[in-house]
Nanobody, 118 residues
Framework: QVQLVESGGGLVQAGGSLRLSCAGS????????MGWYRQAPGKQRELVAA???????NYADSVKGRFTISRDIARRTVHLQMNSLKPEDTAVYYC????????????WGQGTQVTVSS
């Protein structure tokens, strides 16, 4: 029904920047919320940033001021601009989508690896 494909991950030195993209296809509605999660090895999955249907954005405290989530006009693609990257940002980053009527995140991408050295 919904497919999410992430891209843009890679290896970067501390202080550098990366821009992740998530291309959605299938039955995606403008009312859907989209967001980014990350999971580091042996650690709990955490919500990094989310963009809801009314334009509200939310960020984890650890990334506020450094990361920015954005969506295209059609609201089928979501980006995560990551600046001033730190080694603790190293994780697999997942794109996710939540229906307006849902209480949980319904669809997930395959993930893209972000590795920050030093």
């Amino acid at each position: 029904q919904v497919q999410l494909v992430e891209s843009g991950g890679g290896l970067v030195q501390a202080g550098g920047s990366l821009r992740l993209s998530c291309a959605g296809s299938g039955s995606i509605f403008t009312s859907d919320a989209m967001g980014w999660y990350r999971q580091a090895p042996g650690k709990q999955r955490e919500l990094v940033a989310a963009s809801t249907n009314d334009g509200t954005t939310n960020y984890a405290d650890s990334v506020k001021g450094r990361f920015t989530i954005s969506r295209d006009i059609a609201r089928r693609t979501v980006h995560l601009q990551m600046n001033s990257l730190k080694p603790e940002d190293t994780a697999v980053y997942y794109c996710a989508l939540r229906r307006l009527w849902s209480t949980s995140w319904d669809y997930w991408g395959q993930g893209t690896q972000v590795t920050v050295s030093s």
